[in-house]
């Protein structure tokens, strides 16, 4: 059985189609990725009580590359770990390893939006919001499909009424034309309303932000949204073309949110832990970021 990891190498055009990014910029993601990883290493090494020397115990079976392609084959293409194990020639249990200390990696150096991009540095969030006010930002939110929870209880608070399933919710805001993530909200529960879980979120931006959505946003003053007919009123042909001038615009956020769904992971009912649920959305995020040039990892 060929390794995934080695059809990429002998044929880079499939790369994309295997593991959701193109082949440059999975080895500049590697190159980076593996540097995290040293600095890991490193801290745990500080740290720890040595009882046989630096370089013995047994040798890891995968190196960095194998475990980063592992991280990406299952994200792209959401194989049990049993699957996955064979894929790589290891175990289930240890291809569950590898993809769980991986991710977190590609986590830590994929910011999932520009608003996380500035997270820490005030100068540069206050800056970043002031530029967005030239934009008016597209948004929309998704339900996704999650495992039923086993406790009644905790079925009720997850059950969402419109998707008839229990789901978690996310929100996106994206720039026009869908050029960049400017802010992601994950996990939220899907019962939701659309325009509840925007109010909870739009401390964010300033108040003179301007945002284009749905009609599930009717009633919000900072966002336009198509025009609406009334059980006494059409709307009338003018009404009908801006309603069209609109959803030109607004396909864009529809599309970036596609991109999203073409890793499975995220398309699917999710069957990992809930506690991993936005750790692995959010490394999608990023992902889609870099297949948009949004995110340069090359030094």
């Known amino acids: 059985m060929t390794s995934p990891l080695v059809r990429i190498e002998s044929h880079p055009q499939e790369a994309k189609r295997l593991i959701g990014i193109n082949y ?3 080895l500049a ?8 990883h040293k600095e890991k290493q490193a801290e745990i090494e ?3 009580i040595r009882l046989i020397a630096k370089g013995g115990g047994r040798k890891s079976e995968m190196s960095s590359k194998e475990g980063i392609c592992l991280c990406l084959v299952y994200l792209r293409q959401k194989p049990i770990f049993e699957i996955l194990g064979l894929l790589f020639d290891v ?4 291809a569950n390893d590898a993809f769980n200390y991986w991710i977190k990696i590609l986590r830590e150096i994929l910011p999932a939006s520009q608003m ?6 005030e100068d540069k ?6 530029i967005l006010l030239d934009y ?9 499909a999650i495992v039923r929870p086993s406790d009644y209880e905790e079925q009720k608070k997850y059950y969402s009424g419109k998707k008839k399933m229990h789901t978690l919710k996310n929100q996106i805001i994206v720039l026009p034309n869908g050029e960049d993530i400017v802010d992601v909200t994950i996990g939220k529960l899907g019962k939701i309303s659309d325009i509840n879980l925007f109010r909870e979120t739009h401390h964010k931006f300033l108040p003179k932000q301007k945002f284009l959505g749905d009609k599930a946003y009717k009633g919000e003053e900072t966002i336009t949204t198509p025009h609406k007919k009334t059980k006494k009123t059409e709307i009338t042909k003018l009404q009908k073309l801006q309603n ?3 959803s030109s615009r607004r396909i864009a956020v529809e599309h970036l949110i596609c991109r999203l769904k073409i890793f499975r992971i995220a398309s699917e009912r999710f069957g990992l832990n809930r506690n991993k649920y936005s750790r692995v959305i959010k490394t999608i995020c990023g992902l889609v970021r870099l297949r948009l040039n949004r995110l340069v990892l090359f030094t």
């Open 125 to 130: 969030y206050q800056k970043l919001r002031q």
């Open 29 to 36: 993601l590697v190159s980076l990725a593996e540097e995290r």
């Open 46 to 48: 500080k740290n720890k």
């Open 136 to 144: 008016q930002l597209i948004i929309d939110s998704a339900e996704q």
């Open 24 to 26: 440059e910029h999975f």
């Open 91 to 94: 175990s289930k249990t240890k």
């Open 116 to 121: 996380e991009e500035v997270e820490g540095d």
């Open 244 to 246: 069209q001038e609109l």
